[in-house]
């Protein structure tokens, strides 16, 4: 957390969430002007830091060019532009980008678009890096954006609050507007291979509109496209080695922080060791939150494994069927992962459900003991 004036910030979207954000951004532009004539108005001051790493990703011979445009002070867009000082490159017949670090009711590039129009270029295109949705109030959104993100005020990587803030390389939120995570519902869902965590999730997510963090996904999603820490999980995959918790962590943090609009998680497949609850429990509490409980679905031995076995045949993976196999899946679950219900249990957050019946009587379950937390 950091302070600048009389307001704390949490953070938010980290350096290299935002490095390879820009990266791709960059790319999609590269290749959108291939042939074109293109031009770059930055609009000052706040664009300054990602127009310049943008800017050193463009490959093609373009120009850049600073404007200012005075219409914002404090926390709220006064929705007034006042001057627009710097327009001296010309522009006309030639494609122009405009580079804005936030669009938030959009006034201030619809503005700008319209000034520039008179100049003739042969097309008008915003490359922003944060779109708010919830606050843009004009017709035409921004063709190229990084992150569009929840209605809440926002501090560096050029941005700034009261002038401040715009050194930092990271961007933070204002944590008042984060408060609201005190009242989410987190959930750990908990259970064996085979015990229906996948099927059971998918209702607990639509029913209480929650976020659903996957280690699966969120590893997948690094490491196609191709992240520092995407990067680093995957050197240590291709060792055939588990990825490290803190790598994990780190992730998995980047995803709650894009999500703090959300009414809660539910974490699946997570955590999977006493080390990882005990660093989870560190970053909600970091954010004001914390989980509120953890709820492990109870099967069985035999009738996970006559599951697993049915489950392997229908999906086309005969060889998942092979009873040593589904036997070692159990086993390491017991050794490895068990474990992790005492931790909860310590904290009395421990509810355990009958995972044995059908589907819905299940749900009904979870729902119950959701609902009297
Ligand atoms: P507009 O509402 O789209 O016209 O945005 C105008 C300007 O408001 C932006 O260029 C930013 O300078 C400023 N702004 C909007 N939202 C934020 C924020 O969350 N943090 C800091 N500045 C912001
Ligand atoms: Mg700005």
Not at 173 to 196: C, H, I, R, T
Not at 261 to 271: E, H, R, S, V, W
Not at 275 to 283: G, N, S, Y
Request: aromatic residues 8%; hydrophobic residues 40%.
């Amino acid at each position: 957390m950091i302070q600048i004036r009389d307001k704390k910030f949490v953070p938010f979207i980290s350096a290299d969430e935002i490095k390879s954000e820009v990266s791709s951004l960059a790319a999609t532009i590269n290749e959108a002007y291939a042939d074109k004539d293109v031009v770059f108005i930055a609009i000052l001051n706040g664009s300054f830091m990602f127009a310049s790493d943008l800017f050193k990703e463009i490959s093609l011979p373009s120009e850049i060019s600073f404007i200012k445009v005075s219409s914002y002070a404090g926390m709220n867009s006064t929705g007034r532009v006042d001057e627009i000082i710097g327009l001296t490159t010309d522009i006309k017949d030639k494609h122009v980008v405009i580079l804005e670090d936030i669009v938030d009711t959009g006034i201030t590039i619809e503005k700008v678009k319209k000034l520039m129009w008179s100049e003739k270029p042969a097309s008008i295109e915003t490359c922003t890096l944060l779109f708010k949705p919830d606050a843009f109030r004009e017709k035409e959104i921004p063709k190229f954006i990084g992150f569009s993100i929840p209605n809440r005020f926002v501090v560096g990587y050029g941005l700034d609050y009261d002038e401040l803030g715009r050194n930092l390389g990271e961007i933070y939120q204002l944590k008042e507007e984060v408060s609201s995570m005190k009242s989410m519902l987190n959930l750990v869902l908990f259970g064996p291979p085979g015990a229906g965590k996948g099927t059971q999730s998918e209702r607990l997510i639509e029913k209480y509109g929650l976020s659903h963090l996957s280690t699966g996904d969120i590893f997948r999603f690094n490491i196609s496209n191709k992240t520092e820490l995407g990067e680093l999980a995957k050197s240590y995959m291709d060792k055939g080695q588990l990825v490290p918790d803190e790598v994990t962590i780190k992730m998995l943090r980047a995803e709650v922080e894009k999500n703090t609009a959300a009414k809660g998680f539910i974490f699946d497949g997570f955590p999977r060791t006493n080390p990882q609850a005990k660093a989870l429990d560190e970053l909600l509490s970091e954010l004001g939150t914390n989980i509120s409980a953890m709820l492990s679905l109870e099967v069985e031995e035999e009738e996970l494994k006559n599951r697993l076995k049915k489950r392997a045949e229908t999906s086309g993976r005969p060889d998942d069927a092979d009873p040593a196999i589904i036997q070692n899946r159990i086993n390491v679950y017991r050794a490895e992962t068990e474990p992790v219900k005492a931790f909860y249990q310590d904290q009395n957050k421990l509810i355990a459900v009958d995972g044995v019946g059908s589907i819905d009587s299940v749900t009904n379950l979870l729902f119950k003991a959701i609902d009297s937390l």
